[in-house]
């Protein structure tokens, strides 16, 4: 933690210049532009360029105006309880827990006889930490804070938006980043390979699915899978409940509209800090490691909630404003800490040759957990009788969801304690998934990456 901030180093050429210190506003400015250029150097300029849309305009951006939009829909429009909201808002998550299948037709399924290996910015970023095993970190902290500054953006316009225009106006403003998405599906260099053997797709389909399968069973992918589920699940998401008692309940803040946007806007900015926090200072510590102290510091995060609804913080003097700032700049930061470290082991964890297929398959269970949290968090609200102007029995929610959240500590023994930067599988782990099967495709992309696994 006290290491001072660096940049990766490649070359003999790029060490000899960072030799040469810089200091003050032009180093604050020269090394991230260097940064971006070593990604787009080693990557493509296009990948770099696919992220920040994807995750910084359509992901972040596009993601906090739905955020703030839906809320107020649900709530103002649809007129629902904070229960119904928080169940909603789950199935809304349904389309990411799919992805596998997506990525599964898209690797063996031709399109116009084409058939294109990763059509995903995500499975380029797992495909990427397989070939350069060095930067996924790095890549893991790009999407970071393009995602991070989306937010920081959409969420300061949300609010005035979700003013001016209403929450069916704001959907309307999304198509924007959707097209841009279109865009980078059609800029994005990607590996492509001509054929058109449609009767071989139905046994392609079962080869990627058989080593997919193979893959997930290894110990070393599946503890950790099992691990991200239930700390995902267990940290249990009220966020309804509370949106609903800072802007409706007599004893809270009544929040405006712009105020919420704003007050998401800085929790962003937490979140940025905590992806530069990662890249430049704890990228390097072992996953276990962090993963432990993140989810104690979230157990803790999680009781300025309640701090918050009981009115302690006028007793102490902070007014509402600030401390909900406060309370969201921690709570997204400490987020951020705990998210990074295992998309970092998502991405080590996929096996050459399927890494799009398979970080679709970590994203969709992280996603499933994430659903699975939203739904628990439901049922606490019900259970508390939370509704739209009733809240006496809600700190009693909170109470339960920070307890709960200690629980994935038990099972930290799931998750490797290795160097991050190091390779998970080992050439016996690899040797052990082979399968002669699949030998008699030899002239399918996706098989030859297949058997690129089984042999290692």
């Known amino acids: 933690m006290g290491e001072e901030p660096r940049l990766p180093k490649h070359n003999e050429e790029e060490m000899q210049e960072n030799e040469q210190p810089k200091k003050g506003i032009l180093s604050c400015v020269s090394s991230p532009v260097s940064w971006f250029k070593m990604l787009a150097k080693e990557l493509h300029w296009s990948f ?54 997506w ?19 995500d499975a380029c970023v797992a495909q990427n930490s ?92 599946w503890r950790p899978c099992l691990y991200m589920y239930v700390s995902f699940s267990l940290s249990l998401n009220i966020s309804e409940g509370m949106f609903y008692w800072a802007t409706d309940s007599k004893a809270g803040p009544s929040f405006s509209k712009e105020l919420i946007g704003y007050i998401m806007a800085i929790g962003s900015i937490g979140s940025l800090l905590g992806a530069l926090l990662y ?100 049922l606490l609200l019900h259970v508390f009788n939370v509704t739209r102007t009733e809240f006496d029995k809600f700190w009693m929610a909170i109470l339960i969801r920070n307890l709960i959240r200690i629980t994935p500590l038990f099972l930290l023994f799931l998750v490797p304690r290795a160097d991050p930067n190091s390779t998970i599988f080992t050439d016996e782990v690899l040797d052990s998934n082979e399968d002669p099967g699949v030998q008699e495709f030899d002239d399918v992309e996706l098989v030859a990456l297949v058997k690129s696994v089984d042999r290692g």
Request: glycine share 10%; aromatic share 10%; proline share 5%.
């Open 48 to 101: 770099v360029f696919g992220v920040m849309v994807v995750y910084g305009i359509s992901q972040g951006l596009g993601g906090s105006l739905a955020r703030v939009g839906t809320e107020y829909y649900m709530k103002d429009v649809q007129k629902v309880l904070p229960s119904e909201a928080q169940v909603y808002s789950g199935i809304t998550s349904i389309p990411w827990i799919i992805k596998p299948l």
């Open 103 to 121: 990525g599964l037709l898209t690797d063996v399924v031709p399109i116009l006889g084409v058939a294109i290996a990763d059509v995903t910015v």
């Open 130 to 221: 397989g070939t350069h095993p060095s930067l996924a970190a790095d890549m893991q902290s790009l999407c970071a804070l393009s995602s991070s500054i989306g937010s920081l953006v959409g969420f300061s316009i949300s609010g005035i938006f979700v003013h001016l225009i209403g929450p069916q106006g704001v959907f309307g403003l999304l198509m924007i980043p959707a097209g841009l998405v279109l865009l980078v599906g059609v800029l994005v260099k990607e590996p492509r390979t001509s054929f058109v053997e449609y009767k071989q797709i139905n046994q392609n389909f079962v080869n990627a699915s058989k080593a997919v399968w193979k893959t997930l069973k290894l110990p070393d992918v």
């Open 279 to 378: 890249q430049y200072g704890l990228k390097d510590y072992p996953f276990r490691d962090l993963l432990f102290w993140s989810q104690i510091l979230s157990c803790l995060a999680g009781m300025l909630d309640l701090v918050l609804v009981r009115r302690w913080n006028l007793k102490f003097g902070l007014p509402d404003i600030l401390f909900v700032v406060i309370d969201a700049s921690v709570s997204q930061l400490i987020g951020r800490l705990k998210w990074m470290p295992l998309l970092v082991l998502s991405a080590k964890i996929c096996p050459p040759g399927i890494e799009g297929t398979f970080f679709a398959l970590l994203m969709s269970i992280d996603n499933a957990g994430l659903l699975t949290a939203s739904w628990l968090g439901g």
